[in-house]
Nanobody, 122 residues
Framework: VQLQASGGGLMQAGGSLRLSCAASGRTFSSYVMGWFRQAPGKEREFVAAITWSGTRTDYADSVKGRFTISRDNAKNTVYLQMNNLKSEDTAVYYC????????????????WGQGTQVTVSS
């Protein structure tokens, strides 16, 4: 599967952005989808994940209550709605896919998009 993330940009603290990740290739509903982020000088970290059918989601504590992951299998797209953005949310955001397991580990995901930059100014 090929993944293409979009929707990043520059936003003031307290604002909102919605990231999208379009998938092509194999059947989109075959994949658990995740969002990760990587800030300069830091390791890539888990943000959110959603199961194949979208019935279950998981969030990092740092974004819980502010971010929402969703998917539209008819459109082969996963979204990350980010509200009440903070300066510490500044990072490159990546979408990722795996067929095997619903989880948080970076190493669990086999397919990665190219990343989209999110910058939050305080």
């Amino acid at each position: 599967v090929q993944l293409q993330a979009s929707g990043g940009g520059l936003m003031q603290a307290g604002g909102s952005l919605r990231l999208s990740c379009a998938a092509s290739g194999r059947t989109f509903s075959s994949y658990v989808m995740g969002w990760f982020r990587q800030a300069p000088g830091k390791e890539r970290e888990f943000v959110a994940a959603i199961t194949w059918s979208g019935t279950r989601t998981d969030y990092a504590d740092s974004v819980k209550g502010r971010f929402t992951i969703s998917r539209d299998n008819a459109k082969n797209t996963v979204y990350l709605q980010m509200n009440n953005l903070k300066s510490e949310d500044t990072a490159v955001y990546y979408c990722a896919a795996n067929e095997v397991r619903f989880g948080r580990a970076v190493t669990l995901y086999d397919y990665w998009g190219q990343g989209t930059q999110v910058t939050v100014s305080s």
